[in-house]
Every structure is written in C-alpha cells, then in structure tokens.
C-alpha cells in the first residue's frame, strides 16, 4: 500500500512517514501544495493524508482539485488538520474526503490504524476499482 502524506509541518510528516513504514507501507511526502498532484500523479497513491493548513495551496483547493481529476478522484483522501468544528469538517466531507481527524485530538498510531481499516472496509474497495 501506497500513502502520499501531504503536510507542511516537517516533525509530523516524518514520525507520520515513519510510521506507516513500520508497517509495511510505501510513503511519500508532499509539504506545499504546489507539490501534492504532482506527486500523487507520479506516486498514485492508494490512499492520501492531507492538512488543510499548508503553504502555497490550501488543502481545500487541493481537495477540489484531486477530486476533479479523472487520475485521481478515486484515492481515498483523510483530512487530518488542526481545524475543529462542524462546518469544516462537513465541507471536506462534501468535497469528497473520506474522514476528517483533530491532530491535537488522535494520536498517530490511531490515524495510522484508521487508514489500514479504510483498505479492508469494502465501499472504499470497490470505489476504488
């Protein structure tokens, strides 16, 4: 399994990127949002993380952007973000993102435990067929 983690915060993308290594994944790193399709073009990913607050793009026009690609709008993408509330958490839901995570509010080995059950959950399985 394949992770594209695109995140700006360079501690957490790497304890994230370790991590799921740990675990058998192939990971990748994106830190600005100039650098998240590329990459997930060229990596294709089965799955994304992806912070909201980044430099260059926001992780909401990268949201709408990947979910407008005919390449990409099948990967499951996992917001995970410091932004707390409701009407954020149902906007990225809205535009396509699978499930939404507080960082202050899960601890990594949660986020990566989470994204291993998104393969072996069978609506995401076939969405991604």
């Not at 360079?10 to 790193?29: H, I, R």
Request: net charge negative; glycine share 6%.
């Amino acid at each position: 399994m394949k992770i594209l983690i695109v995140e700006d915060e360079d501690v957490l993308s790497s304890v994230l990127a370790e991590k799921f290594k740990n675990e058998g994944y192939e990971v990748m790193v994106a830190n600005n949002g100039d650098d998240a399709k590329p990459k997930a073009i060229k990596f294709r990913p089965d799955a994304i993380l992806l912070d909201l607050v980044i430099p260059k793009k926001t992780g909401l026009e990268i949201l709408k952007d990947f979910k407008s690609d005919t390449e990409l709008k099948l990967i499951p993408v996992i917001v995970l973000s410091n932004l707390e509330g409701d009407e954020i958490i149902k906007k990225v839901l809205a535009l396509g993102a699978v499930d939404y995570f507080v960082k202050t509010q899960h601890p990594m080995a949660e986020i990566v435990e989470k994204v291993g059950l998104l393969f072996t959950d069978t609506k995401v399985g076939k969405n991604r067929k």
